[in-house]
C-alpha cells in the first residue's frame, strides 16, 4: 500500500479534498485498507464526471494498481481479472484472438471494477442492455473481512446490489465477464444527417434492429424546427479483416502516453463559450457534404474518438465542468425532449457534446443501475456556477415528473429529493451497505432513502 496525491474526478467539479489515499498494490490488503477509517471509497481512474468517485474529508483506495489478468479462454471468451484492470488493457489483450467488449462506455480508460459499480452503458444498449449483464461473478470484499464470490445465482442479493451499486457495498477484487466474438477489428459505419429530432429518433428507431452500435450527435444550440438536428451514426464489426492497400494501419496503442495531443495546461473558463461552441457544432454538421456517408473505421476512432486528446477535462477551465445525462420514458411522443433541448437553448447554456440515444428494453441487472427503456441525452457544461445549477433544477425537475432518472456516474448536482423520487429502489440498498463505505455522491443524496 502507498499513498499518492489526491485524485480527482473527470468534471474536476466538485473539488474535494480526501483526508487520505491508499493505493493497493496486493487484492490481500483491500479489507485492512477499508478497516483503516470508517469513511473508505473504491476510486478506479475517476472517469466518473461528477463525486460517485470522490470521497471528501474520507479515505479513497485506489485500485487501478490492482491490474492483473487471471485468466483468459480464447476458445469461449471468458476472461477473469483483477478489479483494477481498465478497459483499455483488455481490447489489447482480447481483439488480437477475435473477441471484444461485450459493452464500453466512450472512454477505454475505465477499470472493470468501475465500469461494474456504475453498470456502464454503450452504444449498443438496445441490443447487449448494460456492463453487469455480462458479468459472470466477481468476488465482493467487505470491511468485516469477510469475502464473497457473487453470480446471476450465487449470492444473487449481493450480485444485484453490487451492479450499480456505486462502490457501496464493498470494494470488488476482481471480476468475471463473457466477451463477444467479433470478426475483424474494423468496423462498417455509416452516418446520415438528421434535420430535425423526429427525423433523428427515426434513424434510430429504423436501425435499432440490424445495427449493434448507434448514437447521435446533436446541435443543442439550435432551436424551434431545427431542435435535434446533429448527426446519426451507426455501426457493425465487419465480418472478415481485410486491409486495402490504401489504408495507413494506424494503430493508436491503448496507452495514456500514447496519446495524440494532450492538453498541457489548464486553459482560461472563457474559451469554451456560446459562440465557439455554436462554431464548432456548424463545423461538425457540415464537416460532411453528402447526406450520409459509409466508412471503415478501426475500434478507437469509433468507440472512442475523445481519448486521443488526453486531458481535454482541462479545457473547462480550472472551475471544471458538469455533465448531465438523463433517460426519459418514449413511447413515439418526443416532446417533452424537446421541451429539454428547448429549455437549454432558453437558458443560453451550449454543449461541445450533446449526445443522444435510445435505451432498449433488457433489464439491467444491478438494483441501482440508470438504464431504462427511453431516450437518452447527455451533455456537458462549463460549471459557470447558479446560472447552471438553475437550469439544472428546471432539467431535473422536468425529468422527475415524466418518472426519468439522472445518471449518478455523471452526476454532481441532483438533490436528495430528486435522487429518491428517481430511485426508489435505493432504500433497498441499505440492507447490502457497508457500514464503511461512503462517497461524496452519497452523502449529498443519501438522507431521504434511510430505511
Ligand atoms: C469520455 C468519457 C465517456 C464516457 N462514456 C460513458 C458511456 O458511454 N456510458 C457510461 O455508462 N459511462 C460513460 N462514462 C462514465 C464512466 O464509464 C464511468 O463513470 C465509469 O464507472 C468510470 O470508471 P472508473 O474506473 O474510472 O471508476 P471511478 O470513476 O474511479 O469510480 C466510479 C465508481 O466505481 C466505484 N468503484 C471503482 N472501483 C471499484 C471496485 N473495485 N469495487 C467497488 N467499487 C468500485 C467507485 O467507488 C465509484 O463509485 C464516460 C466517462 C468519460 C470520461
Redesign the pocket.
Known amino acids: 500500500m502507498s499513498t499518492t496525491p489526491a485524485?480527482e474526478?473527470?468534471g474536476r467539479y466538485p473539488a474535494s479534498t480526501p483526508h487520505d489515499v491508499i493505493t493497493l498494490a496486493w487484492r490481500t490488503q483491500i479489507a485492512d485498507a477499508m478497516r483503516s477509517s470508517t469513511r473508505v471509497?473504491?476510486?478506479?481512474?475517476?472517469?466518473?464526471?461528477g463525486d460517485?468517485?470522490l470521497n471528501n474529508d474520507g479515505t479513497l483506495i485506489v485500485?487501478?494498481h490492482?491490474d492483473r489478468f487471471i485468466s483468459f479462454d480464447p476458445a469461449t471468451g471468458v476472461l477473469r481479472c483483477e478489479?483494477?484492470v481498465?478497459l483499455a488493457a483488455i481490447i489489447d489483450l482480447v481483439v488480437p484472438h477475435g473477441w471484444f467488449l461485450p459493452v464500453?462506455?466512450?472512454?477505454k480508460?475505465?477499470?472493470?471494477?468501475?465500469?461494474?459499480?456504475?453498470?456502464?452503458?454503450?452504444?449498443n444498449h438496445h441490443l447487449r442492455g448494460?456492463?453487469g449483464s455480462h458479468v459472470r461473478a466477481f468476488e465482493?470484499v467487505r470491511s468485516d473481512g469477510s469475502v464473497r464470490e457473487c453470480t446471476p445465482t450465487q449470492h444473487a442479493d449481493w450480485f444485484a446490489a453490487?451492479i450499480g451499486?456505486?462502490?457501496?457495498?464493498?470494494?470488488?477484487?476482481w471480476a468475471e465477464i463473457q466477451l463477444i466474438r467479433i470478426g475483424a477489428p474494423t468496423l462498417d459505419v455509416e452516418s446520415i444527417k438528421a434535420r430535425s429530432l423526429d427525423e433523428m429518433i427515426a434513424h434510430m428507431v429504423e436501425s435499432d434492429a440490424s445495427w449493434e452500435y448507434t448514437v447521435s450527435w446533436i446541435d443543442c444550440t439550435q432551436g424551434g424546427d431545427s431542435v435535434g438536428k446533429g448527426s446519426f451514426i451507426r455501426g457493425n464489426f465487419e465480418d472478415e479483416y481485410r486491409i486495402k492497400n490504401s489504408e495507413s494501419n494506424q494503430r493508436i496503442k491503448n496507452t495514456e502516453s500514447n496519446m495524440l495531443v494532450q492538453v498541457p495546461v489548464v486553459p482560461p473558463n472563457w474559451l469554451l463559450n456560446r459562440t465557439s461552441i455554436k462554431a464548432f457544432n456548424t463545423l461538425y454538421y457540415h464537416k460532411q457534404f453528402n447526406r450520409s456517408k459509409r466508412t471503415r473505421t478501426s475500434i478507437d476512432p469509433f468507440f472512442?474518438p475523445?481519448?486521443v486528446v488526453g486531458g481535454?477535462?482541462k479545457l473547462y477551465g480550472k472551475r471544471g465542468f458538469l455533465?448531465w445525462q438523463c433517460v426519459i420514458p418514449y413511447d413515439g411522443d418526443a416532446s417533452v425532449m424537446h421541451h429539454i433541448l428547448t429549455e437549454i437553448k432558453r437558458a443560453g447554456m451550449a454543449s461541445f457534446l450533446a449526445?443522444l440515444k435510445m435505451f432498449g428494453d433488457k433489464p439491467s441487472p444491478g438494483l441501482l443501475s440508470?438504464?431504462r427503456p427511453g431516450l437518452t441525452l447527455?451533455l456537458d457544461f462549463g460549471n459557470d456556477g447558479v446560472p447552471l445549477m438553475r437550469m439544472l433544477d428546471t432539467l431535473d425537475a422536468i425529468v422527475a415528473d415524466v418518472g426519468g432518472r439522472i445518471?449518478?456516474?455523471?452526476d454532481a448536482h441532483l438533490s436528495a429529493e430528486h435522487f429518491h423520487t428517481m430511485y426508489p429502489e435505493a432504500s433497498r440498498l441499505a440492507a447490502f451497505l457497508d457500514p464503511h463505505?461512503t462517497?461524496t455522491?452519497w452523502q449529498r443524496v443519501h438522507t431521504k432513502v434511510q430505511p
Open positions: 485524485p474526478s473527470w471509497l473504491a476510486y478506479g481512474l475517476g472517469r466518473s464526471y460517485v468517485c485500485t487501478s490492482l478489479a483494477g481498465s464500453t462506455p466512450g472512454t480508460y475505465v477499470t472493470i471494477g468501475g465500469a461494474i459499480a456504475n453498470d456502464v452503458h454503450g452504444k448494460t456492463f465482493l453490487t451499486g456505486l462502490g457501496l457495498t464493498g470494494i470488488i477484487s472512442y475523445l481519448d481535454w477535462n455533465q449526445v440508470f438504464p447527455a445518471y449518478p456516474a455523471k463505505c462517497s455522491f
